[in-house]
């Protein structure tokens, strides 16, 4: 039996170890262990613990679609319960309805297994686990990315402290959490191994989360070069025919790099009620537990072509609360029909199409207009291509790439975030009756009480 010491219920100190139990792989949210109480060899079971689904909570994702242009819903709800019609408004509350506490909990649940995998590794010197110090330091990367897209600024823990008055302490701001990400998946890269499965984080992935944070922080060079090297790399290609496949838990394509999986699933719970099955898919008669209150909007749904394989996974269907047809997304619903006793939910984090993306935008945002790799992508899903003279200026260049993005990641959390880059967020906002107060989600009143020194963000 392990020792354990100092349980906590500061969200920093969840250092995701199951209490007495050894089972090191089983996240529980309060309970720490220090380095001395470590053995080399139950690192792969720490690493496990930081890529269990509670890590990673998957109702981040509705949050910044719903906040966005893409997603419309009528869910309703209490401010203190389900509330997606706050996003919708760009109002979120303090106390919240979209787990923002739980979003931010299980963010450093992973990164607390993280940080105790890196330290140990380093202060002990061990030269012979690369792959396991740079997952975990990818892992670390990849929530402090989440929570700084979320949030902005925030408390950046990266050590296993556990004395309670040094871990209240106020945020750090946004461009020391970007610092810090960076600096770990630079470390990564040149430790992880090629690609071999979507289950775990690899060299690509690495490349690929960097090049995001790059683009975002308008480091295009880089940004391009990274997303470049990803796509020579050779491990992966686009789906051209079923574009479903990307999104099955036993798929054939080699789309997917890196994802999150739940399940198997019980068959009491079963795949059609669980994860972001019940919010996206529509209602009956389609299969499933989904109430179809939660649909896309009728300009995302304008920009695709009839022939693109991506409308597979759209589905237009009346909805019985407003009595009229909307399109619903069925990228959670693919597994459906499995048996209940292969059933899982899967979220994805990183898929190969965005490097096509951020190669293409790099390209513009230099104020080259080089339609090679959106092509390339657009070939895969059978749409139309283009030439460079189509495009008067790198400004519609980039204007049309922000709409293939919405096309392509539609669903996945990830429209937000390409928003505030392509400057589209503040006059969405403004549309709203709000302003750039808005670009950031609020801390939940919960961890105001926890943490008495952090600042909430501005206009809340």
Same mark, same amino acid.
């Given at each position: 039996?392990?020792?354990?010491?100092?349980?906590?219920?500061?969200?920093?100190? !969840?250092?995701?170890?199951? %209490?007495?139990?050894?089972?090191?792989?089983?996240?529980?949210?309060?309970?720490? $262990?220090?380095?001395?109480?470590?053995?080399?060899?139950?690192?792969?079971? *720490?690493?496990?613990?930081?890529?269990?689904?509670?890590?990673?909570? +998957?109702?981040?994702?509705?949050?910044?679609?719903?906040?966005?242009? /893409?997603?419309?819903? $009528?869910?309703?709800?209490?401010?203190? &319960?389900?509330?997606?019609?706050?996003?919708?408004?760009?109002?979120?509350?303090?106390?919240?309805?979209?787990?923002?506490?739980?979003?931010?909990?299980?963010? +450093?649940?992973?990164?607390?297994?993280?940080?105790?995998? @890196?330290?140990?590794?380093?202060?002990?010197? @061990?030269?012979?686990?690369?792959?396991?110090?740079?997952? %975990?330091?990818?892992?670390?990367?990849?929530?402090?990315?989440?929570?700084?897209?979320?949030?902005?600024?925030?408390?950046?823990?990266?050590?296993?402290?556990? =004395? $309670?008055?040094?871990?209240?302490? /106020?945020?750090?701001?946004?461009?020391?959490?970007?610092? #810090?990400?960076?600096?770990?998946?630079?470390?990564? @890269?040149? *430790?992880?191994?090629?690609?071999?499965?979507?289950?775990? !984080?690899?060299?690509?992935? !690495?490349?690929?989360?960097?090049?995001?944070?790059?683009? &975002?922080?308008?480091?295009? &060079?880089?940004?391009?070069?990274?997303?470049?090297?990803?796509?020579?790399?050779?491990?992966?290609?686009?789906?051209?025919?079923?574009?479903? &496949?990307?999104?099955?838990?036993?798929?054939?394509?080699?789309?997917?790099?890196?994802?999150?999986?739940?399940?198997?699933?019980?068959?009491?719970?079963? +795949?059609?009620?669980?994860?972001?099955?019940?919010?996206?898919?529509?209602?009956?008669?389609?299969?499933?537990?989904?109430?179809?209150?939660?649909?896309?909007? =009728?300009?995302?749904?304008?920009?695709?072509?009839?022939?693109?394989?991506?409308?597979?996974?759209?589905?237009?269907?009346?909805?019985?609360?407003?009595?009229?047809?909307?399109?619903?997304?069925?990228?959670?619903?693919?597994?459906?029909?499995?048996?209940?006793?292969?059933?899982?939910?899967?979220?994805?984090?990183?898929?190969?199409?965005?490097?096509?993306?951020?190669?293409?935008?790099?390209?513009?945002?230099?104020?080259?207009?080089?339609?090679?790799?959106?092509?390339?992508?657009?070939?895969?899903?059978?749409?139309?291509?283009? #030439?460079?003279?189509?495009?008067?200026?790198?400004?519609?260049?980039?204007?049309?790439?922000?709409?293939?993005?919405?096309?392509?990641?539609?669903?996945?959390?990830?429209?937000?975030?390409?928003?505030?880059?392509?400057?589209?967020? @503040?006059?969405?906002?403004?549309?709203?009756?709000?302003?750039?107060?808005?670009?950031?989600?609020?801390?939940?009143?919960?961890?105001?009480?926890?943490?008495?020194?952090?600042?909430?963000?501005?206009?809340?």
């Amino acid at each position: 039996m392990l020792t354990y010491k100092n349980a906590l219920l500061l969200f920093a100190t !969840a250092l995701s170890l199951a %209490a007495c139990s050894g089972k090191l792989d089983e996240p529980q949210p309060d309970n720490s $262990i220090d380095l001395d109480h470590i053995q080399p060899q139950e690192l792969p079971l *720490l690493l496990n613990g930081a890529y269990k689904p509670d890590g990673i909570y +998957y109702m981040g994702y509705p949050v910044w679609d719903i906040y966005s242009d /893409d997603i419309v819903s $009528i869910q309703g709800g209490s401010p203190t &319960q389900f509330n997606p019609m706050g996003y919708d408004a760009c109002n979120p509350t303090v106390e919240d309805g979209f787990g923002n506490n739980r979003t931010m909990n299980s963010a +450093y649940k992973s990164i607390g297994n993280a940080n105790l995998i @890196i330290n140990y590794i380093n202060s002990k010197h @061990i030269t012979d686990m690369p792959q396991v110090l740079g997952e %975990a330091l990818t892992i670390r990367a990849y929530h402090y990315t989440r929570l700084v897209e979320t949030f902005g600024g925030v408390v950046l823990t990266l050590e296993t402290e556990t =004395d $309670i008055n040094k871990i209240r302490r /106020d945020k750090n701001t946004e461009a020391e959490v970007y610092a #810090s990400i960076v600096a770990d998946l630079t470390a990564a @890269i040149p *430790l992880l191994k090629d690609f071999t499965s979507p289950n775990m !984080a690899c060299r690509q992935t !690495a490349q690929l989360l960097l090049a995001r944070v790059y683009l &975002q922080l308008g480091k295009n &060079q880089e940004a391009g070069d990274l997303a470049a090297e990803v796509i020579r790399s050779g491990k992966f290609s686009l789906v051209n025919s079923n574009y479903g &496949q990307v999104f099955l838990y036993n798929t054939p394509a080699k789309e997917m790099m890196w994802r999150g999986i739940d399940g198997p699933l019980s068959s009491t719970l079963g +795949y059609n009620r669980y994860g972001l099955y019940a919010l996206y898919s529509p209602g009956p008669p389609f299969k499933g537990n989904s109430p179809g209150l939660t649909w896309m909007s =009728d300009d995302l749904v304008a920009l695709y072509e009839p022939a693109d394989i991506r409308t597979q996974l759209l589905r237009r269907q009346r909805n019985a609360t407003t009595g009229i047809e909307q399109t619903y997304l069925l990228k959670y619903s693919t597994d459906t029909l499995q048996t209940a006793a292969n059933s899982y939910a899967i979220y994805p984090y990183i898929r190969y199409s965005e490097a096509f993306l951020i190669a293409s935008e790099a390209s513009a945002r230099k104020g080259a207009i080089d339609v090679t790799y959106y092509n390339q992508l657009r070939t895969a899903r059978k749409a139309s291509t283009k #030439s460079n003279g189509d495009f008067a200026s790198p400004a519609a260049f980039l204007k049309e790439l922000e709409n293939e993005r919405r096309r392509e990641f539609v669903g996945e959390g990830r429209r937000w975030q390409d928003m505030r880059r392509f400057g589209t967020a @503040i006059p969405f906002l403004s549309s709203k009756g709000r302003d750039e107060t808005r670009l950031y989600l609020p801390f939940n009143s919960i961890q105001l009480s926890w943490n008495p020194k952090l600042t909430q963000n501005k206009g809340y």
